[in-house]
T-cell receptor, first 111, second 115 residues
Framework: SQQGEEDPQALSIQEGENATMNCSYKTSINNLQWYRQNSGRGLVHLILIRSNEREKHSGRLRVTLDTSKKSSSLLITASRAADTASYFCATDNTGGFKTIFGAGTRLFVKA | DGGITQSPKYLFRKEGQNVTLSCEQNLNHDAMYWYRQDPGQGLRLIYYSQIVNDFQKGDIAEGYSVSREKKESFPLTVTSAQKNPTAFYLC??????????????FGPGTRLTVL
């Protein structure tokens, strides 16, 4: 069962532009995480935001969480070609042992 | 990928054969997980383990089996009962957190192809 659904499914932008990806989920959560996956590789954790937080920053990443709308967004500022990857949101509503991943947004940054 | 390894990277299996995928971590994490990823899809949980000698079924456990005899190791066996085993398999580990969740650390994955 997929809890999180990312939007858009795919995104193509020019280097230097900002990229915004959205995630919607259905049930109450303890936290929401964003991961990145380069083609054919494992996932890399980017950021975790807890249900009582509204915004977090990490370098060029900004994540927001709106629990009233059951949605989150990931903003990558000043994108680079190396940011080309798939980005997944993952939600946890059971204490951390059954994190549920969405289908991902495929981001392509053109140099 | 540092700290958690999976082998082999590519695996080919004939129909009707069981095959075991290896996952080892040196992060001293209590929890370990196995996920399956199909093309263009997210990850689906197969099995997870919070402690040695204990594991729980995930959402798609049918046709798979696991063991957790050591903290560092969580091998996954894909049995002949799994009807469509061709996929990318990812192992992950995390510290055991009582509440609030924790980031998971992923291995590089094993791509299994059934011939």
């Amino acid at each position: 069962s997929q809890q999180g659904e990312e939007d858009p499914q795919a995104l193509s932008i020019q280097e230097g532009e900002n990229a915004t990806m959205n995630c919607s989920y259905k049930t109450s959560i303890n936290n929401l995480q964003w991961y990145r996956q380069n083609s054919g590789r494992g996932l890399v954790h980017l950021i975790l935001i807890r249900s009582n937080e509204r915004e977090k920053h990490s370098g060029r990443l900004r994540v927001t969480l709106d629990t009233s709308k059951k949605s989150s967004s990931l903003l990558i500022t000043a994108s680079r070609a190396a940011d080309t990857a798939s980005y997944f949101c993952a939600t946890d509503n059971t204490g951390g042992f059954k994190t549920i991943f969405g289908a991902g947004t495929r981001l392509f940054v053109k140099a | 990928d540092g700290g958690i390894t999976q082998s082999p990277k590519y695996l080919f299996r004939k129909e009707g054969q069981n095959v075991t995928l290896s996952c080892e971590q040196n992060l001293n994490h209590d929890a370990m997980y196995w996920y399956r990823q199909d093309p263009g899809q997210g990850l689906r949980l197969i099995y997870y383990s919070q402690i040695v000698n204990d594991f729980q079924k995930g959402d798609i456990a049918e046709g798979y089996s696991v063991s957790r005899e050591k903290k560092e190791s969580f091998p996954l066996t894909v049995t002949s009962a799994q009807k469509n085993p061709t996929a990318f398999y990812l192992c992950a580990s995390s510290p055991l957190v009582i509440a609030g969740g924790s980031e998971q650390f992923f291995g590089p994955g094993t791509r299994l192809t059934v011939l």
